[in-house]
């Protein structure tokens, strides 16, 4: 991977993309900016052939057929499995997420196949989790509590291979019954978080460029992005 530029390939705009998702690729893009890091992102349409040479891939959430044919197309196409390979960073939200496991729960609650990147298989749960959820993230990882909005039928649990990505202070997250948010296995990491996550949670987003450029990043001036996550905390979970 190139260290003074990086390659965004933003998964198929027209079947995951809901809650704004796609802000996640503009505040990467921002964030790199700023600290004079150029970004190309590549938008990727589900009938193009998913180029193996991204740094940051992003798969947003989507509804259950969308996210189906989404599934078969990945499957077939292979390579996302490629850049998992090379160890690029893979960022995946509700659908998406559910779509890198092994298997997740299709329109009839039925178990299709995942691509099987993330040690996780999700099913239909019991009912829809919708709403504000926020939760404290694995302490390796650095990064302070955070907060997203959630909207899925679909539970997960985490295999052995992959580890929690977050604890669960309000909201579903992976309904699971261990209170677990989110699950990540190296630079592949899930969660249920809309908001966009990246946009709500600044520190999530150079986590993702802190992987892609294997060092360490110069510190920014608190901007909006903290300003929205403090206020999407306090009405949560009021300090
Ligand atoms: N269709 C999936 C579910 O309901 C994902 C929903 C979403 O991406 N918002 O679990």
């Known amino acids: 991977m190139s260290s003074d530029h990086i390659k965004i390939v933003w998964i198929y705009p027209d079947l995951l993309s809901t809650y704004g998702d796609q802000g996640n690729t503009l505040v990467l893009e921002r964030r790199a900016a700023l600290r004079g890091i150029p970004t190309e992102?590549?938008?990727?349409?589900?009938?193009?052939?998913?180029?193996?040479?991204?740094?940051?891939?992003?798969?947003?959430?989507?509804?259950?057929?969308?996210?189906?044919?989404?599934?078969?197309?990945?499957?077939n196409d292979g390579g996302l499995h490629a850049a998992a390979r090379r160890n690029a960073v893979i960022f995946a939200v509700c659908a998406g997420y559910q779509i890198m496991g092994h298997e997740f729960g299709g329109d009839e609650g039925q178990p299709l196949p995942g691509l099987g990147l993330l040690d996780i298989r999700s099913y239909r749960g019991q009912q829809r989790a919708v709403g504000e959820v926020v939760s404290d993230v694995a302490a390796e990882l650095q990064v302070p509590r955070v907060t997203g909005f959630e909207n899925h039928m679909g539970a997960t649990t985490i295999g052995p291979n992959a580890r929690p990505f977050s604890?669960?202070?309000?909201?579903?997250?992976?309904?699971?019954?261990?209170?677990?948010?989110?699950?990540?296995?190296?630079?592949?990491?899930?969660?249920?978080?809309?908001?966009?996550?990246?946009?709500?949670?600044?520190?999530?987003?150079?986590?993702?460029?802190?992987?892609?450029?294997?060092?360490?990043?110069?510190?920014?001036?608190?901007?909006?992005?903290?300003?929205?996550?403090?206020?999407?905390?306090?009405?949560?979970?009021?300090?």
Not at 49 to 73: F, H, K, N, S, T
Not at 183 to 211: E, F
């Open 167 to 239: 604890k669960v202070v309000s909201g579903v997250g992976n309904g699971d019954g261990q209170g677990f948010e989110g699950a990540y296995q190296g630079h592949i990491l899930g969660t249920y978080m809309h908001g966009p996550a990246l946009v709500r949670n600044p520190a999530l987003a150079d986590l993702l460029l802190t992987w892609a450029l294997g060092r360490q990043l110069q510190p920014l001036e608190p901007s909006w992005s903290e300003r929205l996550r403090d206020e999407r905390l306090n009405a949560v979970v009021p300090s």
């Open 41 to 75: 992102t590549v938008h990727l349409r589900s009938d193009e052939p998913v180029p193996q040479d991204g740094d940051i891939y992003l798969l947003g959430g989507g509804e259950d057929r969308p996210q189906i044919l989404a599934a078969q197309r990945l499957r």
